[in-house]
C-alpha cells in the first residue's frame, strides 16, 4: 500500500529578485526566498547587510526599486493596504505612545486594525495572558521596564491574528532572563503564524528559528536549517578526542572507521602523556561508537571523547567572510537591477 506525504503548508511569504537602491548602492540586491505558514524564520547578517530594508519592503513601508513580493498571495506593491492586514509589525526600537495605558494602546491598535468591539475585548484578554501583561495592563506604558514594553510590542503585532509577523531586533536590550521570555513567546507561534525575526543574538535565532536566512552586502549568502547551513558553510563533523598511545597508529585506526576521516591537529602530551587531537570528518552520521572501539583495540587509552557541533556564530562568520571575498571581485557588489519588474 503506497503512502502519500501530507501536503506541505501554504505560503504565506514570497519574495522574487527584490531590489532596493539608493542612488548607485544596491542596498538589497537580488533576494529570493520563501515562508511557509507556521515558520520560524531568522534574518541574520551584519549592520548594513539589508536586513531592516527588506524588513520594511514585507510590510509595506518602504518601496522597493524592483522585485516582487507577496504576503499570502496579495502583490505588497500594487496592494500594500490588503497585503498589511495580513502583517503584524514590531520595528525596532518600536515606539510606543508613553502617555497610554498598556489596555488603552493595544484597544486603540486593535480598533485601527479593524477589530470589532466585541471581539476585540475577548482577544485583548487572550493577549494579556499570553504575553503576561495582564498585572500591568492599567500600567502608563511610560513606567515599564525595557522588557515589558518589548511585551507589549509583541502583544501589539500578533493582536489582530496576522498570517504574518515581522519582528526587528525583539530581544534588543533585554537581560538575559527577558530575553528567555520573549523566546518563548516567539516559540509559541510556531504552527499558527509565520514569523520573521532579526537579531544579532545568534544563539537566540539558533533556538527559537526553524531556519536561517543570512545576508551581507545586499545578498542572501547562505539559508537553511541550522543544521544544514553547518554542513554547508563548513561541511566537516569535529571530534574532539584527549588519548594516550602511539600516535603513529593513529591514522590507520581513523582509516578503520571511516575513509574521510582525518586528524587534523594535536596538542601535547600532558603530563599525564594524553595528547588532546581534533579529528574531522564530511561525513555527517555519528561515528562515535566505532571510533571508540577502533581505538581501544589499538589499546589508546581514552581520557575524553565528545563530538564538537559548530555553533551558528561560526557558521555566520564563516557565510559573510565568503560572500565579501565574491562581493569584492571586480563587478560583484553595488550593482543595479536590470528591469523594473516592481509588482
Given amino acids: 500500500m503506497s503512502t502519500t506525504e501530507p501536503n506541505p503548508a501554504p505560503l504565506t511569504i514570497e519574495v522574487e529578485h527584490l531590489f532596493k537602491t539608493y542612488g548607485e548602492t544596491a542596498a538589497v540586491d537580488d533576494i529570493s526566498f520563501t515562508v511557509r505558514r507556521g515558520e520560524i524564520v531568522g534574518l541574520l547578517g551584519p549592520n548594513g547587510a539589508g536586513k531592516s530594508t527588506t524588513m520594511r519592503i514585507l510590510t509595506g513601508f518602504l518601496p522597493a526599486s524592483s522585485g516582487i513580493v507577496r504576503i499570502c498571495g496579495i502583490p505588497v506593491a500594487s496592494r500594500t493596504d490588503d497585503a498589511k492586514r495580513h502583517i503584524g509589525y514590531m520595528p525596532e526600537n518600536n515606539p510606543l505612545p508613553e502617555d497610554m495605558r498598556v489596555n488603552e494602546y ?13 471581539k476585540l475585548r475577548a482577544r485583548l484578554d487572550e493577549v494579556l495572558q ?21 511585551r507589549v510590542g509583541i502583544a501589539e503585532a500578533i493582536l489582530a491574528e496576522p498570517d504574518v509577523i515581522i519582528m526587528d531586533e525583539p ?60 554542513r ?39 603530563a599525564d602523556g594524553f595528547h588532546r587531537a581534533t579529528l574531522t570528518t564530511t561525513l555527517d552520521k555519528e561515528l562515535g561508537e566505532p571510533l571508540l572501539k577502533a581505538l581501544t583495540a589499538r589499546s589508546f587509552r581514552i581520557r575524553s571523547f565528545n563530538r564538537t557541533e559548530p555553533t551558528l556564530e561560526d557558521v555566520f562568520l564563516a557565510a559573510t567572510k565568503r560572500s565579501w571575498d565574491v562581493i569584492d571581485t571586480p563587478g560583484g557588489a553595488n550593482r543595479k537591477p536590470e528591469t523594473a519588474n516592481h509588482k
Fill in 130 to 150: 499570553l504575553c503576561d501583561l495582564k498585572r500591568i495592563r492599567y500600567r502608563i506604558i511610560s513606567k515599564l521596564s525595557k522588557g515589558m514594553r518589548q
Fill in 106 to 118: 493595544l484597544y486603540y491598535r486593535g480598533r485601527l486594525k479593524e477589530i470589532g468591539r466585541e
Fill in 171 to 230: 530581544t534588543i536590550g533585554l537581560d538575559p532572563h527577558q530575553i528567555l521570555i520573549v523566546r518563548d513567546l516567539i516559540g509559541g507561534l510556531r504552527g499558527r503564524m509565520s514569523v520573521i525575526i532579526s537579531s544579532h543574538i545568534l544563539p537566540e535565532i539558533e533556538a527559537t528559528c526553524d531556519r536561517v536566512l543570512i545576508i551581507n552586502g545586499g545578498r542572501i549568502v547562505a539559508q537553511g536549517t541550522p543544521a544544514e547551513l553547518r
Fill in 232 to 270: 554547508e558553510v563548513l561541511g566537516l563533523t569535529h571530534y574532539e578526542v584527549q588519548l594516550a598511545g602511539d600516535l603513529a597508529a593513529l591514522p590507520a585506526a581513523l582509516g578503520e572507521v571511516e575513509a574521510t576521516l582525518v586528524l587534523e591537529s594535536t596538542v601535547g602530551p600532558d
